[in-house]
């Protein structure tokens, strides 16, 4: 959004995102300029990482950068425990700040273990994610370690995010989809597992995403949440079945889609739509995060065409 881009002229990302009235700002711009159903409150997935004792930067054109990311078993065990009230007050500070100003639901949302620790083992974003993986595979106990102590940093920051406000959590999972079913099954789901079981703790709705996930599904169902992300290499109706009509769906519109001529995309929109078949419990989304190059046209037109489209 425009009104984003000359915000972040004058302040860094981390600014955003440490400043409750600048991200209080920013979670209202689209709200504000869209006829929304759901805000989600502006943060960053790698936040917790920062009082865990990693040193955070945004690089402009690179994205995340880690001075210090984790190698070895005793990095992993320097890790210092997170107080959400304290190390991360200003996004509980925010969402209490947004939830006046909003008539519909607010998302409070993190990172999950695997996608943080991924960047904290690779130091940034990764093609193949070598390191991890070799952290995974030669260093079993070592990634048991890091995966619980983050296991533990999310749920009290989730819960935090909740305790504050937030009507609904999101979990994202952005890179899982690197995995097999074999790794994600040894190395993730049992963490996983501990994680959605940490969060029922609230009694609030949990959104589990990922990308890259048409072979892990299933184990993504077995792991929790009430809403499973599907992204868009999946037809909607066919990881709807794969994960059972127990659970809503979110999902799944390719963001590259909005980039394409409007006939093309109100066609992409209505095949989703038609593949949901106006059944209870799918949230019509992107597959993923949007795009830079997106116009407000673009998303102003989908949320029109699917609010007509759709029983609500």
Request: proline share 7%; charged share 20%; aromatic share 8%.
């Amino acid at each position: 959004m425009q009104s984003f881009r000359l915000l972040r002229a004058k302040h860094s990302l981390l600014t955003v995102c440490k400043t409750p009235e600048l991200a209080a700002e920013v979670t209202l711009q689209p709200v504000n300029r869209f006829n929304l159903d759901a805000a989600i409150i502006f943060a960053d997935i790698l936040l917790p990482i920062e009082p865990m004792g990693l040193q955070l930067d945004f690089i402009k054109g690179e994205g995340p950068q880690i001075a210090n990311p984790v190698k070895s078993e005793k990095e992993v065990l320097a890790l210092k425990p997170v107080d959400p009230y304290t190390d991360l007050c200003f996004v509980m500070d925010a969402i209490r700040m947004v939830r006046p100003e909003l008539k519909i639901p607010l998302i409070g949302f993190a990172g999950a273990p695997f996608t943080l620790a991924s960047y904290m083992i690779e130091g940034g974003p990764s093609r193949h994610y070598i390191e991890t993986k070799r952290m995974m595979y030669d260093a079993p106990s070592v990634w048991n370690t890091l995966m619980t102590k983050l296991t533990s940093v999310l749920v009290d920051y989730l819960l935090a995010q909740a305790d504050a406000g937030a009507a609904a959590l999101q979990v994202f999972d952005s890179w899982i989809g690197v995995l097999s079913p074999l790794d994600y099954r040894e190395y993730v789901l049992p963490h996983m597992k501990t994680l959605f079981a940490g969060l029922k703790k609230c009694k609030t709705p949990i959104i589990h995403f990922g990308t890259g996930t048409a072979t892990l599904l299933e184990m993504q169902k077995e792991a929790g949440g009430d809403v499973i992300g599907l992204d868009w290499r999946t037809p909607l109706d066919d990881g709807w079945k794969k994960v059972g009509y127990d659970v809503a769906v979110q999902g799944n519109l390719d963001p590259t889609a909005l980039l394409a001529p409007f006939p093309v995309l109100e066609k992409q929109v209505d095949d989703i739509l038609r593949r949901a078949e106006n059944r209870p419990g799918h949230i019509f989304n992107l597959g993923h995060g949007i795009l830079p190059e997106t116009t407000e046209e673009s998303v102003e037109a989908v949320i029109e065409w699917v609010h007509k489209k759709s029983i609500r």
